[in-house]
């Protein structure tokens, strides 16, 4: 029997929501994003939807500019760990660098969550972006891994961890009461990694969880960071503007994975979506405005000014076009911008527009509307070949998430496209994924 | 009002307890130390008996000789957020390492599990031993910092945990909404941090809790450790073989924080004791005998040929008393050793017993019966200027733990020795200590 395959949903969680205005609105709680209760009930709320998994970005420095949900915020992999035991079900991935900690650390925190939620944690691989170099600065560095040494490192790093995972085989433990015999030795193993960048001798001190290992998931847009998605990810997020690119990028991105050897149904792409929900296509347009209302001209341009070094913002409004300041044709030093470059040239939007495309808080058209406009477009970015799953980052939280669990996923389960109720109790189990082989399996005929 | 002084109580939580042989019990769960809602249990039942804390020990390496219950474990910050959840009075302090981590990282998972707990973290301060130098070939170095490197680096490094807390000032968030004023920017400090070990530049991009943040818990022994203990630590752990040893370490260690200027009434000494607990005196040492038959020859004469190098245990029982090992006059490369010699010169045990005081699970006479002689040793330690309280290493969990919140701790109440009641609900004020000062606190008339 074959099953259907049906949409994946994961839950962006982050304080009062992605657009940089959103505590600003009347019902917004701005302390949000350090309140432990505000993050259990959104991550209950995600459970009671049936998502697949809730997700925690990060970053490792700030500034004056940051966004407000996170200058002052918890850190993902103690946050995942309290939230595992407000929930039963969902998956919790949280965000850590392979730039910034040692691989022995990560790998024995990341696999402490996993069995502290009996086999729901996800890790999200990143390598840490960082163009002003203030991320170095908080760890004794004078200046930031390029991206090629980030990679390599990164590359490296997830290889180590990988194998620290496996220093236990799932039946080394025997616990003979009577003999005193703990665990056979015979299944014990060390890594004895020496590399480039990493020498780790092991064993680790914690064993493997009931999915095997953390959910491995990346974000990676640079062609380093797609080869090692390609490589090694069991999901990857992406944010698209339109069906147009996000068809291009998950036809490239599954050919990649077939390169690698893995079977590309094996790697699930999610979509990052921005959805305004309202019960009329006004109500939710007239919500986008009020959104946009609040964001200040100088926030959107003082962030634009960060990010790229080489323009003079002083002298453009939100309402300049992306080609009336040049950056369209722009060579930015910011290596960040290659990915959003192609879609700006071609679609001349606003820098207010700009600005939401790269902080990834950008609605279209096509996600401001009634719940049924979004299912559509939901079901036909899934059957178009365009994605396997969204990442709903609600421009305001919590109501972006409440409505779309009450308004857009009964919608889905009624069209089939997604569950009704949790099958399996793992991450790996809701992405139909095995429990993955250690590499110390022995098969007998 | 002078407020009578009462005894303190941590709870050392580990798997099925401090002897080595604890698991092999008829009623021990094997599996304890991995399973997450025996601990939940271990944490509900010790804030059921009103206990200031419990505490997570760590180590960062494992051979084929260590306790079973540190072989396959939780990471102790993981696991103090996921028992956050389950609790609400109790404080939760979690070991962590100067020598292997990055104090930006640290501060933050540590501030992070603070603000989840809502102000009822612990920071246990170690530079981590590493006699093999295991330790150091997980985090590629061929060998372990040497003590003194290892404690100059840990005293830096507490510094700038310390000053990355307070990156923001307590008021600095004003969440304007009409004007979009979200925090005032003079109230956001970079620590600017350059010193021998850490080149760190902040802000953290977390703000300090309802207790100001985490706190600061020690057990060094070596005179670097207590000086950083007398420093900084406002909990020290010491382990005592009796109460003269327990007394005149008590007075040392009191005259050390004064000479820091500190207040020696600000920092609580917890003696660590591992009590076995019987209806009558014969039951509870039968309960002893039964422990201690249940640990094999091997575990012992291994572990100490581990210990102590220079010598061939192959040639000793464990009823071989410490005077014929030669263990009174040795030498012993293990700097460890330095602390336990004196009370074995003097008290000549047999090999068995110096394994159980090496280990920390020794349960002197004076700890070995009914409740009442447990309560009797406990004020008299208490009222002699001995401790200030207690660490309870139960030989056996969950029953050790059991036996004295349910035994133990009412008569320790009737005698007006313990609260009856929490009154507060942070760790700092179970302690009674007030709440730090940020640095940047403008004192004003």
């Known amino acids: 029997m074959t099953r259907k395959r049906q949409i994946k949903l994961s839950a ?13 609105l009347a019902q917004a709680s701005p302390g949000a994003s350090i309140d432990i209760d505000y993050y259990r009930e959104l991550a209950v709320t995600a459970e009671r939807g049936c998502f697949d998994m809730v997700f925690l970005a990060d970053s490792l420095a700030i500034n004056e500019r940051s966004h407000p949900n996170i200058l002052n915020r918890f850190e993902p992999l103690t946050l995942i760990a309290a939230l595992a035991g407000a929930t039963s079900r969902i998956g919790l991935v949280a965000t ?92 014990l193993h060390r890594l004895q990694h020496r590399g480039d960048f990493f020498a780790v001798e092991g064993p680790l001190n914690i064993a493997r969880s009931e999915q095997g290992y953390p959910l491995l998931v990346q974000a990676g847009n640079s062609d380093a960071g797609q080869q090692l998605s390609a490589r090694v990810a069991e999901v990857v997020f992406a944010i698209k503007f339109n069906e147009e690119d996000a068809k291009a990028y998950y036809d490239e991105f599954k050919r990649k994975v077939a390169s690698y ?33 609040l964001l200040s001209d100088e926030t959107i341009l003082g962030f ?40 700006i040239a071609r679609e001349n939007p606003t820098l207010r527009e700009v600005y939401s495309l790269i902080i ?53 389960q009624e069209r089939g496209l997604f569950r009704q109720s949790y099958e399996g109790s793992t991450l790996r189990e809701h992405f139909g994924l095995p429990v993955p082989l250690s590499r110390y399996t022995r098969i007998v005929n």
Chains 1, 2 share one sequence.
């Open 96 to 187: 850590a660098s392979t730039s910034y900690t040692e691989p022995f650390n990560l790998a024995r925190q990341l696999l402490s969550v996993d069995r502290i939620s009996r086999g729901r944690a996800g890790w999200n691989i990143v390598t840490t972006r960082d163009l002003s170099g203030s991320t170095a600065r908080n760890f004794g560095a004078e200046s930031h891994y390029e991206l090629e040494h980030r990679y390599r490192r990164g590359e490296e790093f997830v290889d180590v961890v990988r194998g620290l995972w496996d220093s236990w085989e799932d039946d080394a433990f025997v616990f003979e009461k009577e003999t005193g015999r703990f665990f056979d030795p015979g299944k």
């Open 360 to 412: 990834g808080s950008f609605s279209g058209d096509h996600l401001v509307g009634t719940p049924e406009k979004i299912a559509d477009t939901l079901e036909r970015w899934f059957h178009g070949g365009a994605a396997d799953g969204f990442m709903l980052m609600a421009p305001a939280l919590p109501e972006g998430l409440d409505d779309f669990v009450n308004l857009v996923v009964p919608l889905l």
């Open 12 to 24: 962006y969680l982050v304080g009062t929501g992605m657009h940089a205005s959103s505590w600003r």
């Open 304 to 343: 634009l000014a960060d990010y790229f070094k080489e323009i003079d913002f002083s002298r453009f409004t939100p309402h300049t076009t992306a080609s009336d300041a040049g950056l369209d044709t722009l060579q930015s030093a910011n290596p960040d911008y290659k990915k959003h470059q192609p879609v």
């Open 261 to 293: 050897g893995r079977n590309p149904d094996d790697v699930y792409i999610l979509q990052g979506i921005s959805p305004v929900i309202g019960a009329t296509e006004e109500e939710a347009q007239a919500k986008k405005r009020q959104l946009e209302a």
